[in-house]
């Protein structure tokens, strides 16, 4: 009922920026939070930063000071601002969003980011 495509992934290098976004079609009105996962390679998928519908945003501890996210419900756009980055920020990262009313999620297909000299 939803589709997440995400676009901004690609190369740079430690301590640039990338700005991933992620536009939200379909059944839109059903979409309550939103986010960005991420899964490097050998890890386990980890949550890097949620938001609610009202702009309410909380990031793990990785990320914090670094990355920001937003959304533009106009627009049916979640964005992912990666600053400062890292090595250890390489990663697919994966859109997501919650239903608003019931317990449905969708995701993303992921975008590659990967951060080296």
């Known amino acids: 009922q939803v589709q997440l495509v995400e676009s901004g992934g690609g190369l740079v290098q430690p301590g640039g920026s990338l700005l991933l976004s992620c536009i939200a079609s379909?059944?839109?009105?059903?979409?309550?939070?939103m986010g960005w996962y991420r899964r490097a390679p050998g890890k386990q998928r980890e949550l890097v930063a949620t938001i609610t519908r009202g702009s309410w945003a909380n990031y793990a501890d990785s990320v914090k000071g670094r990355f920001t996210i937003s959304r533009d419900n106009a627009k049916n756009t979640v964005y992912l601002q990666m600053n400062s980055l890292k090595p250890e920020d390489t990663a697919v990262y994966y859109c997501n969003a919650d239903a608003k009313i019931g317990s449905d999620s969708w995701w993303g297909q992921g975008t590659q980011v990967t951060v080296s000299s």
């Open positions: 379909g059944t839109i009105f059903s979409i309550g939070n």
